[in-house]
């Protein structure tokens, strides 16, 4: 963080006491701070606190009253390397998202050239309400890093989710950010991709529709923050460009099991995307089956659940990350595979999302863990590569 300039903007929530905490904790780490803070801010917590611990001014209007000189927010959004809305309201995050410039914060925003990270804070029911979940996910879509909110006592007397995170994490959320080529350095990940294609005689098989362009970005994303990759690949046209990329070429069920227990033996991690068969001809014949008058009938039998097999082999402090393609009861399928399979988290997409899938460019998923279920924007898939590493690497750093 040394060196490492950021706009802290303030809104009008309670949580407004641990901005105090967060300006401690960045300037601690050798970083610069700049408040600037809504008018319902400042009843939260006063601009003398805020100047004395930044040692600027602190801005929240337009004009600065004294000589009427122009606060530039332009130059405010040049001159961070972050921006950081902690704590931010509902009406700051709506404002945010329909680019309701009427307050020094939200044109400073609007001028950021600097990623922006959110820590919501708010009652549980305000966070819930799909009008803020709809403007977060808006946020999300526009690039912006949310923190979510912790679960925990509110300042209603309730307990749910939407007290803003502690201080502390933020900075940690920054901190990989700014050293996010590291962030899986030393680690080891196994990413299967791709379909896998079940021979039914020698110019046959069976086969899908994945392109592996997921699990192909997820290898990229995982390569570029530092880690080592094992890439047990299907049969693809795609090329891996990064030099941390082993990529290993199968083409059945049953070569791709063989390589990913091979690789997860010492892995840290291990993303399995690819879409496995589930089963395979009992028998591949040698020759060209040839054209008949009669139907035919091809016996198949299970292939082995390889997800299955490496979750139930799982070591402490390894992860499992697992994919869900569900045509129909999405959640509680999914939810069913990540206990069966012993996953540590599970990405549902489901065909029935318009963009999401096979082939296609973009994604649109879900992440689901035992406690939550986090909904995402459709984006590129390398943004939603982006979105699920954050996650590998959080809860990498739990274990
Ligand atoms: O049960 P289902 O195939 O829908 O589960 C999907 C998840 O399980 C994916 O992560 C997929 O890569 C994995 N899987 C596997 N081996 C199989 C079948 C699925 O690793 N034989």
Known sequence: MKGKKIVLGITGSIAAYKAAILIRALIKKGAEVQVVITPAGKEFITPITLSALTSKPVISEFFAQRDGTWNSHVDLGLWADAMVIAPATASTIGKMAHGVADNMLITTYLSMKAPVFVAPAMDLDMFAHPST?????????????????????????????????????????????????????????????????????????????????????????????????????????????????????????????????????????????????????????????????????????????????????????????????????????????????????????SLNDKGAGFRVDTNKISIIDRQDTTSYPLKNKSEVAKDIIDRLVQTLNKN
Do not use: W
Request: glycine letters at 8%; one cysteine or more.
């Open 133 to 349: 979940q709809n403007n977060l996910n808006i946020l999300r879509s526009y690039g912006n890093h949310i923190i979510e909110p912790a679960s925990g006592d509110l300042a209603s007397h309730l307990v749910g989710k939407g007290r803003m995170e502690e201080p502390e994490k933020i900075v940690e959320v920054l901190e990989s950010f700014f050293n996010q080529q590291q962030d899986l350095k030393d680690k080891k990940v196994l990413i299967t991709a791709g379909p896998t294609y079940e021979k039914i005689d020698p110019v046959r098989f069976i086969g899908n529709y994945s392109s592996g362009k997921m699990g192909y970005a997820l290898a990229e994303e995982c390569a570029s923050r530092g880690a080592e990759v094992i890439l047990v690949s299907g049969p693809v046209t795609l090329k891996e460009h990064h030099p941390n990329i082993r990529r290993i070429d199968v083409e059945s069920a049953e070569e791709m099991y063989e390589e990913a227990r091979r690789a997860y033996t010492d892995a840290d991690a291990g993303i399995l995307c690819a879409a496995v068969a589930d089963f395979t001809p009992d028998h591949t014949a040698d020759h060209k089956i040839k054209r008949g008058k009669d139907g035919m009938t091809i016996q198949l039998k299970p292939t082995k659940d390889i997800a299955a097999s490496l979750g139930a082999t799982k070591k402490e402090g390894q992860v499992l990350v697992g994919f869900a393609l569900e045509t129909n009861d999405e959640q509680q399928n999914a939810k069913g595979k990540l206990e069966r399979k012993n996953f540590d988290f599970i990405v549902l997409n």
